[in-house]
């Protein structure tokens, strides 16, 4: 795992520099019908049936799902979730009607640790070989056995600059957590709220998975005084665009889509650190439609989809070419295209093992019950 983690955290410098972005590593590629180039016999087939999805609201091009089922002929059904958490409980919970589940980083490794998901092996899918050199060999599956990589990005602040000008003064994690400004938002993520409080309070990118109870007590101590609208992951882009929200934690991504609608928008890269994370496409044991999972997981391996994604989206992606069809916006927006005196904060999100989880969930959950 060592080795593994320092290959992601070299990602994660690779993917603070435009250079990333705008660099296309060629590969395979799907034909303009959307079949599969290069694909062998014993890649399945199926023009027929269903294939069920379990993502994130808001984070999948619906117009890509209709092109997929008139290339393939295969159904898309598409069912939603607010954190990997979320996620992982439905999977725990026994559920077997997910075909492909989108979690990130860490998440997958939660679940390949408990038996949740099933090997692919996507390197050997016919487009496979689309996969960034950057996107193999990371922590949470090395090999790429379980998961193929969806979209990439950080999580830090969004602003309205012109509708609450006080955003000037929100530097750090701290200033974020106790300006206490009207109309602020924070995402219901437990991961994301107390690492944030964690950096703010003092401790280290490097110990963000620490078991000292101390510095547990420290961030439920800042977080006591925090008392922003705690939101799913969906409406948050909607909330900034029609103004009920003017600050709010928000992934990188969601805040380029908001800035396509309120040109006052800003990412703020806290001044003690953020994560960055990447979201990857897997099969859940019990899937009931696993073909019909491999051959839409191989549809989007093609840059052209990859891109439409990203394009949707406002995130980057996993797949080797794609920036040839990616929109100029996205390019030269700096929430996307890390500035280069903002690459040291950038760090992997937490992968921490069980003890530090629980400590997670137990600042999160009590911060969560003094909000009513």
């Known amino acids: 795992m060592g080795s593994n983690k320092r290959r992601f955290a070299s990602l994660v410098a690779v993917a603070a520099t435009a250079t990333m972005l705008l660099s296309a590593c060629g590969g395979s590629s799907d034909d303009a019908s959307g079949t599969p180039t290069g694909s062998t016999a014993a890649f399945p087939t199926s023009g027929t049936g269903e294939v069920h999805l379990y993502n994130w609201t808001d984070y999948i091009d619906p117009e890509q799902l209709t092109q997929f089922t008139t290339d393939t002929g295969i159904k898309v059904i598409l069912d939603t979730f607010d954190s ?76 309205n600059t012109t509708a609450e000008p006080k955003c000037a003064d929100i530097k750090s994690w701290k200033d974020w957590f106790t300006i206490g400004l ?4 924070s995402l219901k993520d437990q991961t994301e709220v107390v690492s944030a409080a964690l950096r703010a309070t003092g401790t280290a990118k490097e110990d963000l998975c620490s ?10 101590e800042l977080l006591k005084g925090f008392k922003p609208a705690v939101i799913d992951s969906d409406s948050g882009i909607e909330r900034v665009i029609a103004g009920t ?33 990447a979201d990857n496409m897997v099969v859940p044991v019990g899937a009931p439609n696993v073909d019909n999972a491999k051959i839409f997981i191989n549809w989007m391996l093609d840059p052209a989809h990859a891109a439409a994604e990203s394009n949707f989206t406002g995130y980057d992606n996993g797949v080797a070419g794609s920036d040839a069809f990616m ?22 999100t937490p992968a921490c093992d069980q003890e530090a989880r629980d ?9 969560l019950g003094e909000q009513s």
């Open 84 to 159: 990997n958490e979320t996620a992982l409980a439905k999977l725990q919970s026994g559920a077997t009607g997910y075909d492909v589940v989108f979690p990130s980083d860490y998440m997958v490794k939660q679940m390949i640790e408990l038996n949740l998901l099933q090997k692919i092996d996507a390197t050997t899918f016919p487009n496979g070989g689309n996969i960034k050199d950057t996107m193999l060999g990371v922590y949470w599956d090395g090999q790429r056995e379980y998961s193929a990589p969806w979209m990439y990005g950080t999580t830090g602040i969004a602003c």
């Open 182 to 185: 009207p109309k602020m938002d």
């Open 211 to 220: 078991t000292d109870k101390a510095k547990y007590a420290a961030a439920q």
């Open 245 to 277: 929200s003017n600050v709010r934690q928000a992934w990188n991504g969601s805040t380029h889509r908001m800035k396509e609608k309120v040109p006052g928008v800003e990412y703020i890269y806290p001044s003690e650190g953020l994560n960055f994370w």
């Open 327 to 348: 929109d100029d916006s996205l390019k030269n927006d700096p929430a996307v295209v890390v500035p280069a005196d903002k690459t040291s904060l950038i760090s992997p």
């Open 359 to 367: 400590l997670y969930t137990q600042v999160f959950t009590t911060w």
